[in-house]
């Protein structure tokens, strides 16, 4: 994908299956090597229909990411959260080079000055400053590196 999606809130209709799956996924999710099938034990559908309503719930936008997060930094790696001042016409260009980086862990379209925005996750700070360094240079484009200065846990869980 090229084009970093630009996000916009909107209320979208769900049925009482996705309301299970969005609630199921949150928080209780199991932790095995088959976790869909553990899922289609407690929920009642099979494997395969949460694996295809995961899906869907993706390709209508009402969840934008869904895997694991980890704490980079526990494993000794670093990340931080960038952005990029990017002319409109050269947005998607921009878009793809950054894109094009492996340590770009996801990379989104902000309507703002400050227009592309995206998380560089790299395996030592140096390492993190140089790819940030070479975003910069190659874009051409001013540049903000916004590392965490302060970790808070929020739990945070919304029914569905």
Not at 12 to 30: K, M
Not at 138 to 152: M, Q, T, V
Request: glycine share 6%.
């Amino acid at each position: 994908m090229s084009r970093a999606p630009l996000l916009h809130q909107q209320a979208v209709e769900l049925s009482e299956f996705d309301r299970l799956l969005v609630n199921a996924l949150q928080g209780d999710f199991p932790l095995s090597s088959a976790p869909f099938d553990d899922l289609s034990e407690r929920l009642g559908y099979s494997a395969q229909e949460l694996m295809a309503g995961v899906r869907s719930l993706l390709d209508r936008g009402v969840i934008t990411r869904f895997g694991p997060l980890f704490n980079i930094e526990r494993l000794g790696g670093q990340f931080s959260l960038c952005a990029l001042k990017v002319p409109a016409e050269r947005f998607e260009a921009v878009a793809e080079m950054v894109n094009a980086y492996p340590q770009v862990a996801h990379n989104y379209q902000r309507e703002h000055e400050w227009n592309m925005w995206f998380v560089l996750a790299a395996e030592s700070a140096a390492e993190l400053a140089t790819t940030f360094e070479s975003i910069v240079q190659r874009s051409a484009c001013p540049g903000l590196n916004l590392p965490k200065e302060k970790e808070f846990y929020v739990g945070l869980r919304l029914e569905a």
